[in-house]
């Protein structure tokens, strides 16, 4: 997909709002334990009721891993979902993956061919090698981290040196690597003071924003300072929506919490 | 396992070889792709010719993810090939994971639980609530990665800040964790002129290695500044060894080119 049709597709819905697709098993509604695939019968509904508020899916693949085989077979069943019945959907691999470069190439064969999404997240420690085998695929967008939204971002994140954070030094950095027009950051909403000075940094780029309910950060001021020309934010929610019941009416619930975030997104565009 | 039995299988061997297993079906003998799982089928061979000369096998989790579910199948099979058949064998998922903490608690429970690995690599570039998940686990290893082989290494590795880079705040801030007994390190053996200062740093903890041959580290250098008094090393080698040979002897070529190292480590024990 292109950053073009992400677009399109944004100010169509009047949403750019990326659901998080985190299936905790202990967390899902019970009844759903009988389905052959819970994990897939419980994303098909938060789909089904949910497809025209959001932008984007985005499966956290730690989630999948740890049921295995059967949860990566869950999660192959849940792209192809999206892929066939909603193509004009963003969907992002949430994998945090990056390596040396002949096995970053592997990821994004994985994650790109393979499975079949428009984007994946790449962490940026072991710097240009590793993240520009994924640079590569036109159309296919790497959403590296910059300052994310957890406690421990604090740890070295925002650690400064010749004036300059990490974070800072990744996104400057990062701008100069092949192929970095297909890049995306992501930053966590809880650090909404730094929005402005990012956007000055990467004026052009998404910005994928974890952070918003759950983890505490702020929707207005994220809009505020994040919105560009061509959108450039993708919010994401992800517990607050699939988990907004655990009975019968979840599906709907989820719908109803997505609809609230959209309300206040179509205020914006 | 505990860092001791560790210790104890590798005087047992006089080796601190970690084979890496990133099984690419593009590089293995063409012969082996009749079989029903090839990757499984070659690592199964690489392991029966190896196994009295190597501490541990690291697959590298990308190379089964390109693969799809197919390829987790294989990954399951060749750590249960590993647990059953050589259990004082140490195995390694170079998995470069590392999320917020309730994703990275799931990415635990995938490499530590439902498949069943001694230890796994993270990254640290999200900070303490991202690792601390991992060391939760007693007996279980978390691979830090802080100084790594590639180029990209000099991206932000080695940016220095208040007089310390940032792989060196990455040593000493992650000390102060939670159950950072359970810790070990990545530091690549391209970088000799560090492993002196680092091993003051981290003195008894093990630091995995990668990086001695195909991409030009010295295993002379990484001894002498390496070995602690629990040995505190493992060297790992991947591509010279597992793809020795394309051909119907690829085993024992395989076997020939870890017995060449094992030969230099057993003069260093």
Same mark, same amino acid.
């Given at each position: 997909m292109t950053t073009q049709q992400l677009t399109q597709q944004i100010h169509q819905k009047k949403s750019f709002l990326c659901i998080g +697709?985190?299936?905790?098993?202990?967390?899902?509604?019970?009844?759903? =334990?009988? /389905?052959?695939?819970?994990?897939? &019968?419980?994303?098909?509904?938060?789909?089904? &009721?949910?497809? %025209? =508020? &959001?932008?984007?899916?985005?499966?956290?693949?730690?989630? $999948?891993?740890?049921?295995?085989?059967?949860g990566w077979t869950s999660l192959q069943k849940t792209i192809n979902y999206l892929n066939e019945k909603h193509p004009e959907i963003f969907t992002i691999a949430d994998a945090k993956r990056g390596d040396i470069g002949n096995t970053s190439r592997m990821y994004a064969q994985a994650f790109f061919e393979d499975l079949g999404f428009d984007s994946v997240t790449v962490a940026p420690y072991m710097g240009q090698d590793s993240v520009e085998p994924f640079l590569e695929f036109e159309n296919k967008h790497t959403i +590296?981290?910059? *300052?994310?939204?957890?406690?421990?971002?604090?740890?070295? !994140?925002?650690?400064? @040196?010749? /004036?300059?954070?990490?974070? /800072?030094? #990744?996104?400057?950095?990062?701008?100069?690597?092949?192929?970095?027009?297909?890049?995306? $950051?992501? #930053?966590? &909403?809880?650090?909404? %003071?730094? @929005? /402005?000075?990012i956007r000055k940094i990467?004026?052009?780029?998404?910005?994928?924003?974890?952070? #918003?309910?759950?983890?505490?950060?702020?929707?207005?001021?994220?809009?505020? $300072?994040? +919105?560009?020309? !061509? #959108?450039? *934010? =993708?919010?994401?929610?992800?517990?607050?929506?699939?988990?907004?019941?655990? !009975?019968e009416d979840f599906a709907q619930k989820a719908r109803e919490k997505a609809s609230a975030l959209q309300q206040i997104m179509r205020t914006k565009l």
């Open positions: +697709l985190d299936v905790d098993l202990n967390k899902i509604p019970q009844f759903l =334990l009988q /389905e052959e695939d819970p994990i897939f &019968a419980f994303n098909k509904a938060i789909i089904d &009721a949910t497809h %025209d =508020l &959001a932008a984007a899916y985005k499966p956290n693949t730690a989630f $999948y891993e740890a049921y295995g085989v059967k +590296l981290l910059a *300052l994310t939204s957890n406690m421990g971002s604090k740890d070295f !994140q925002t650690l400064s @040196f010749n /004036e300059k954070s990490l974070f /800072e030094n #990744v996104l400057e950095t990062s701008k100069t690597w092949k192929n970095s027009h297909n890049l995306m $950051y992501v #930053v966590g &909403a809880t650090k909404a %003071d730094y @929005f /402005e000075h990467v004026p052009d780029n998404f910005l994928l924003v974890p952070g #918003v309910g759950a983890q505490g950060g702020s929707l207005e001021d994220v809009c505020k $300072y994040g +919105l560009n020309s !061509q #959108v450039g *934010l =993708l919010i994401n929610s992800s517990r607050e929506i699939i988990y907004a019941s655990n !009975q």
